[in-house]
Nanobody, 124 residues
């Protein structure tokens, strides 16, 4: 039904920037929100940011507020994550996810579709 493909990851120095993209294809009209999650080595997958398709409402985890910005282009079915002032602690595989119904948007549970992930590595 829905396919998600992330891109834009790479290796950057601390203080640098990256912009991640998530392109959605298939039946996307029923999707309520998109989220970005990340998983660092030896840690559980954690919430980063989310945005709703209709209103563009956003929510961020505290550790990235003021540094990361999530946005969407409804016409292109694409969601972006602009990451500035990157820190070594941001190193992780970043995943894009889609949720079909309203609810709590900060957990992995409830998201119906997931991308394959893109690696972000921040050197000190």
């Amino acid at each position: 039904q829905v396919q998600l493909v992330e891109s834009g990851g790479g290796l950057v120095q601390a203080g640098g920037s990256l912009r991640l993209s998530c392109a959605a294809s298939g039946r996307t009209f029923s999707s309520y929100a998109m989220g970005w999650f990340r998983q660092a080595p030896g840690k559980e997958r954690e919430f980063v940011a989310t945005i709703t398709w209709s209103r563009g409402s956003t929510y961020y985890t505290d550790s990235v507020k003021g540094r990361f910005t999530i946005s969407r282009d409804n016409a292109k079915n694409t969601v972006y994550l602009q990451m500035n002032s990157l820190k070594p602690e941001d190193t992780a595989v970043y995943y894009c996810a889609a949720r079909e119904v309203p609810g709590i948007l900060t957990g992995t549970a409830g998201y119906d579709y997931w991308g394959q992930g893109t690696q972000v590595t921040v050197s000190s």
